[in-house]
């Protein structure tokens, strides 16, 4: 099946990322959510990323050309000429089944319907709709318009062409694929990579070692480009701890529950980059001013 259109279910960090890519690789996108005012604020953010990629000489062309091939909505029945869905809204298996049972009325036949999920099961998702066929999951790393990585996970009536349809679709962005076999908690890279979490937080809880230089660490001795606190302000803290909930009452394992000082946080409002305080202050552009 020839993709051409694409239609994003959610317009935040990660839906707006997932706009942007597909945009620069030439699809027409029509990105929703449930308000104009987040829409805009989605789109400045599309030119924002795409003019720091052009300074790099990252991507070619100009913002506009970008841009104007993203078209924005607040109704779901904009979706039904997509030949493939990506839903990337807030980590909730109950929101999530309502739009893909709305999304499987309103599509055409054949649309595949991804979704984003960092740790949902997909088969639970698949279950809101007729086609649990053509359900599966296209898991971006964030920021989208920077990490290589898709995960495409295969839910337990997922078919071998639906998988190979969004295979191609991701290898088509410039992104990098790893596949997943089986519908567990947390797939397979956030599987192991939440519990490095889990811990960098208990060392902090403990008096072990900083914030600052726990990030500093995994950096230079892990080569990871970002810290466990600084990925988990980029994310969300409340995102985080949606994930580690749902992985702790899927499996019962005590080490994916999530940690004190990080529900605390959620419960204080401080959410991460996007309510300037998290494990870190933020300036209003984003920048890391020092710890909280």
């Known amino acids: 099946m020839r993709i051409k259109k694409v239609f994003v279910v959610g317009a935040g960090t990660m839906g707006n990322g997932i706009a942007q890519v597909c945009a620069q690789a030439g699809y027409d996108v029509v990105m929703m ?27 070619q062309g100009t913002v506009d050309d970008i841009v104007t091939r ?96 969004a295979l191609e679709f991701a290898h088509s962005l410039g992104k990098e ?11 397979a890279i956030n599987r192991f990579n939440v519990v490095s979490t889990v811990e960098a937080i208990r060392l902090v809880e403990e008096g072990v070692a900083t914030i600052e230089d726990i990030d500093k660490g995994a950096r230079l001795g892990l080569g990871r480009p970002m810290g466990p606190f600084e990925t988990s302000d980029l994310n969300g803290l409340d995102v985080g701890v949606n994930i580690l909930q749902g992985l702790y009452e899927e499996t019962g394992d005590p080490k994916f529950f999530p940690p004190l000082t990080m529900r605390q946080k959620v419960k204080a409002g401080q ?13 209003e552009n984003g920048n890391k001013i020092g710890p909280a």
């Not at 308000?35 to 991507?59: H, Y």
């Not at 694929?177 to 797939?187: A, H, L, Q």
């Not at 959410?271 to 300036?283: E, Q």
Request: proline share 3%; with cysteine; net charge negative.
């Open 70 to 165: 993203i078209r924005t909505t607040t109704d779901m029945q904009d979706g039904k000429e997509a030949e493939i869905v990506i839903e990337a809204v807030n980590e909730d298996l109950a929101i999530k089944r309502d739009i893909f049972c709305q999304l499987d009325d309103i599509c055409l036949p054949h649309t595949i319907l991804g979704s984003n999920t960092s740790s949902i099961s997909i088969t639970s998702i698949a279950g809101a709709t007729t086609r649990p066929d053509k359900v599966v999951g296209i898991h971006f790393w964030n920021p989208v318009p920077i990490m290589r990585l898709v995960e495409i996970i295969k839910g337990l009536l997922t078919s071998e062409e639906t998988i190979e349809t």
């Open 177 to 187: 694929t790893i596949r997943v076999n089986k519908d567990v908690p947390g797939f």
């Open 271 to 283: 959410l991460g980059r996007k309510t300037r305080v998290g494990w870190y202050r933020y300036d």
């Open 33 to 59: 959510d449930m308000n104009d005012e987040i829409l805009r604020e989605a789109v400045n953010s599309i030119k924002r990323s795409v003019e720091k990629l052009m300074e790099k000489g990252k991507v």
